[in-house]
Structure formats: structure tokens, C-alpha cells
């Protein structure tokens, strides 16, 4: 896995929000009120901030993040790319990266975690350190999304998606259909334990 989003992928997602190719496709229904969310409409853009580690220095890069709403209950719902994360600045890449290289490691500290193979990430204008206590609350966003992930699959919440009638010809069929299109609704949930719509608040700060 790479240690960050590049500037390249922020900069080829920010093209698609400027020529309004950021779509509802594939998102979940609407966790209110279970609108398709082939009827969501672009409600709003949001700038944000995002922190890439290149080499060891930390830049900052802004980009546009998509919020769609849903027409029947009201309900608005953040699009993020395959970088991003809820309340983080840092990019998934990033945050997957260090908190996997701590657990995976039994001698490891949080002081060995935060160094790379070219050395300790540093603020690109302040020369601050990354923090060993960053890789802590990271570890935790990573913990609270695979409940939220184990939560949101214990609720079996194929059963609120539709499937045409046509599609099938007995309830067992429908079933299995209905199960497969949730697995791919939640393509992008499964490569990167995050879906835009699930009712996550993480315990930790937004860094």
C-alpha cells in the first residue's frame, strides 16, 4: 500500500468535481428514509484539506468534496473519494498505512510506527514531527470503522435495497440478487472499510 494519496490522485478528482462527473453511482440508499440514491441530488461543495506525506515532508493540498441530498427526506450525504476519510485531513493511504505497520509489528512502538524508510514525516513550513500519538488515534478511526462495518452487515441491509421484478421468479432468486447488489454498493466500502452513508462519528480528532 502506498504511504499516501499523491497530488496527482487529488488533483485527477478535483477535475472530475469541476466538470461535474462526481455522481450518486454506487452509493448506498438513504440511510433516513431508504431513497435509492439514484435520486440524490448535488446539494453542495465542500473545500478540503488534505495532508500527503511526500518523501518526509507533510504538504497540505485542498480539494472539492461533493454533497449530494436526498429529495424525499431532506437528508444530505458527503461523496468521498477513494483518499478520503470522514474529519481527516490525512489521506486513507496514510492512516491505513502507519496503523497497520503498529499492529502488525509485536516489538513495535508508537515511536518506531511513525518513522518510514526515508525517516520521520516532518510539517513541510514548521518541521514539526509527526506525532506518536497520531498512530494512536488513527488505530482508533480504523477500530470504530470495522464496527461500523460489522454493524452495518449484523442489520442485513440488502433488505432495504429493490430489485426489479423481472430479475427473478422465485423469492430465493430475489434474495440472492438483492444480496450480490448490496456486495457491490458496497465495493468501495469493502477496499477501504468506509461507506459515505453509514452514521460514523469517530472517536478520535480530525487529523
Known amino acids: 500500500m502506498p504511504l499516501t494519496a499523491t ?10 468535481v469541476e466538470k461535474n462527473k462526481i455522481t450518486s453511482d454506487g452509493m448506498l440508499p438513504c440511510s433516513s428514509c431508504n431513497s435509492d440514491a439514484q435520486f440524490f441530488k448535488v446539494h453542495a461543495y465542500r473545500e478540503r484539506r488534505f495532508l500527503l506525506i511526500v518523501e518526509t515532508i507533510v504538504k497540505a493540498i485542498f480539494c472539492t468534496l461533493v454533497r449530494f441530498k436526498c429529495p424525499n427526506c431532506g437528508k444530505t450525504i458527503t461523496n468521498y473519494p477513494d483518499f478520503a476519510l470522514p474529519y481527516k485531513h490525512y489521506t486513507r493511504q496514510t492512516i491505513e498505512n ?8 509485536d516489538h513495535k512502538t508508537y515511536e518506531d510506527a511513525v518513522m518510514t524508510d526515508d525517516g520521520m514525516p516532518e510539517w513541510e513550513n514548521s518541521g514539526k514531527a509527526l506525532s506518536p500519538s497520531t498512530i494512536h488515534r488513527w488505530i482508533t478511526t480504523m477500530a470504530d470503522i470495522i464496527m461500523a462495518y460489522q454493524a452495518l452487515l449484523k442489520g442485513c441491509p440488502h433488505k432495504k435495497l429493490t430489485i426489479p421484478r423481472r430479475k427473478y421468479n ?4 430475489k434474495n440472492i440478487l438483492l444480496k450480490c447488489r448490496f456486495f457491490f454498493r458496497l465495493e468501495a466500502f469493502l477496499n477501504i ?11 478520535s480528532s480530525g487529523v
Open 170 to 173: 422465485s423469492p430465493k432468486r
Open 193 to 203: 472499510l468506509f461507506s459515505p452513508t453509514l452514521k460514523w462519528v469517530p472517536t
Open 7 to 16: 497530488i496527482d490522485n487529488i488533483k485527477a478528482y478535483q477535475e472530475k
Open 98 to 105: 502507519f496503523s497497520k505497520s503498529y499492529v502488525d509489528d
